[in-house]
DNA sequence: CGCGTAATTGAAAAGTATCAACACTGGTGG
DNA sequence: CCACCAGTGTTGATACTTTTCAATTACGCG
């Protein structure tokens, strides 16, 4: 599922009205450019204004996985801002993305000193949270069938705008199993 | 894995010796006890004293798959107290547990007036984060032996602190398949 | 048209769940 | 002291699910 944050993203094209210096700055990416790298010291946050991302980890055995699709107003590098360590994910535009960009230690600052920001964070990591745990438990519980039906009744489109092999390592499973899958609950 | 978070604990003790009021309380629970139940309101948040807990889902088919086992100082409830949501997960006491319990209404009050104490929390949500990413998208990645051997080497006591039924529950496999498992790695 | 990438499919192999039967343990009461 | 019981752990046989791998097709684009 592709997942959203319209009130970050509101709360920070607010403030970037009101602070008109450079510590906030737009940049955007095309299709298959990497914003953030696994296992890379990472030194800006990230809120997603308008495309769509994936975040992914490369195993060591080569598979990718998929942890989520990031759409607009979430958020990325934000964990590697708290805790200072380095990237566990990649993070990928899938396509035309463009981003705010904030500097890690303007971010500490505003963690700090901008209450409501703090809250927006808090918020964020712990919904955040809250879909990864249900999500994986979700995944781990069910039959792929069940897996496949609860993804298609959550985002509709979401076989349309994103590849089959993305799906599947979403999923968690090979592009043969999802086909299998799909041609069973389609007729 | 058992989680645990040292520095918060450390912290939640010196500040319960400087502020001697009763907001933030002791309480013990036995073995099996219930102290967060699913899709019920949480109007405190706890950490961790002593003893081990685990955070589980159940799944709209009967099954449990098993979050995480929490150790000393790992905090739960604070999800529930920072998005205003119902608990998603249960937790359970495995043996004899010690907490200490924070309305949630001071942990606001905390949150906001004490920089120290809102740096430990946004710590501690991307490490439960970081955690729960990076492990289910290696169990989701790897076979089931891998699995296994992981969870061994992380805590090489854990099969002995923990129930069969428990660990097959928390890689979100049956109780037969870890013993096939266990089998054929431990001769 | 021809090339590269993505999607599809079949058949065999590997992995996992299901289910029922059996073993082990500690506690209880006759 | 033994029989019984409940909970937990163990095991084998079978059915089912998913992966693997290779071959084939479909699609977009210079």
Redesign the interface.
């Given at each position: 599922m592709i997942r959203k944050n319209a009130d970050l993203l509101q709360y920070i094209t607010e403030k970037l009205l009101k602070e008109s210096e450079d510590t906030i700055i737009a940049q955007s990416f095309s299709s298959g450019e990497k914003i953030v790298d696994q296992k890379k010291r990472v030194f800006s946050v990230y809120i997603i204004k308008s495309g769509i991302t994936k975040c992914y980890?490369t195993?060591d055995?080569g598979?990718d996985?998929i942890?989520e699709f990031f759409g607009e107003g979430e958020i990325f590098g934000?964990?590697e801002a708290?805790?200072g360590?380095v990237s566990?994910?990649c993070i990928e535009a899938i396509n035309a993305v463009e981003v705010y960009k904030i500097e890690a230690s303007y971010f500490d600052q505003l963690?700090?000193k901008d209450?409501t920001f703090?809250k927006h964070?808090?918020?964020a990591?712990?919904?955040?949270?809250?879909y990864?745990?249900?999500r994986?438990?979700?995944?781990?519980?069910?039959t792929l069938e069940d897996n496949l039906l609860r993804l298609i009744h959550q985002f509709p489109t979401l076989i349309d705008e994103i590849s089959k092999q993305d799906i599947a390592n979403y999923l968690?499973i090979t592009p043969r199993s999802l086909n299998r899958v799909l041609s069973t609950i389609k007729p």
């Amino acid at each position: 599922m592709i997942r959203k944050n319209a009130d970050l993203l509101q709360y920070i094209t607010e403030k970037l009205l009101k602070e008109s210096e450079d510590t906030i700055i737009a940049q955007s990416f095309s299709s298959g450019e990497k914003i953030v790298d696994q296992k890379k010291r990472v030194f800006s946050v990230y809120i997603i204004k308008s495309g769509i991302t994936k975040c992914y980890l490369t195993e060591d055995n080569g598979v990718d996985f998929i942890q989520e699709f990031f759409g607009e107003g979430e958020i990325f590098g934000e964990l590697e801002a708290i805790n200072g360590e380095v990237s566990f994910c990649c993070i990928e535009a899938i396509n035309a993305v463009e981003v705010y960009k904030i500097e890690a230690s303007y971010f500490d600052q505003l963690l700090e000193k901008d209450i409501t920001f703090n809250k927006h964070i808090l918020k964020a990591l712990s919904k955040k949270l809250t879909y990864t745990a249900v999500r994986h438990a979700y995944n781990q519980s069910h039959t792929l069938e069940d897996n496949l039906l609860r993804l298609i009744h959550q985002f509709p489109t979401l076989i349309d705008e994103i590849s089959k092999q993305d799906i599947a390592n979403y999923l968690g499973i090979t592009p043969r199993s999802l086909n299998r899958v799909l041609s069973t609950i389609k007729p």
